[in-house]
């Protein structure tokens, strides 16, 4: 059983940055595509980026989301990164990570597997 924890989320100006993680337990971590999500209250679960098992490849909900938020992975450490710069207050929701045991690479929620809890993300002067 694989078990996905976030961690890093909190409240910043805006402006300001946040590095949010993803843990991973079970499986075979570098086999696993891991994709990034938010939920802002009242909205449906939006993509915002994905990458690869090997970490070779990466691409993002869209090109302004590319120029401000990265996602990296350890797969020593079993953990994927969500690295936010320029953080406005549009980007307030709850980020989740996400694994595809497949390493497939998808903007739909349905392709993954499993998925974390969440962590909230506040951006609020």
């Known amino acids: 059983q694989v078990q996905l924890v976030e961690s890093g989320g909190g409240l910043v100006q805006p402006g300001g940055s946040l590095r949010l993680s993803c843990v991973a337990s079970?499986?075979?971590?570098?086999?696993?595509?891991m994709a990034w999500f938010r939920q802002a209250p009242g909205k449906e679960r939006e993509f915002v980026g994905v990458?690869?098992?090997?970490?070779?490849?990466?691409?993002y909900s869209d090109s302004v989301m590319k120029e401000r938020f990265t996602i990296s992975r350890d797969n020593v450490k079993n953990t994927v990164y969500l690295q936010m710069n320029s953080l406005k207050s549009e980007d307030t929701a709850v980020y989740y990570c996400?694994?595809?045991?497949?390493?497939?690479?998808?903007?739909?929620?349905?392709?993954?597997?499993?998925w974390g809890q969440g962590t909230q993300v506040t951006v609020s002067p």
């Open positions: 996400a694994a595809n045991f497949n390493d497939l690479m998808s903007r739909s929620p349905t392709t993954y597997n499993y």
């Open positions: 079970g499986g075979t971590f570098k086999t696993f595509s």
């Open positions: 990458i690869s098992g090997s970490g070779s490849r990466a691409f």
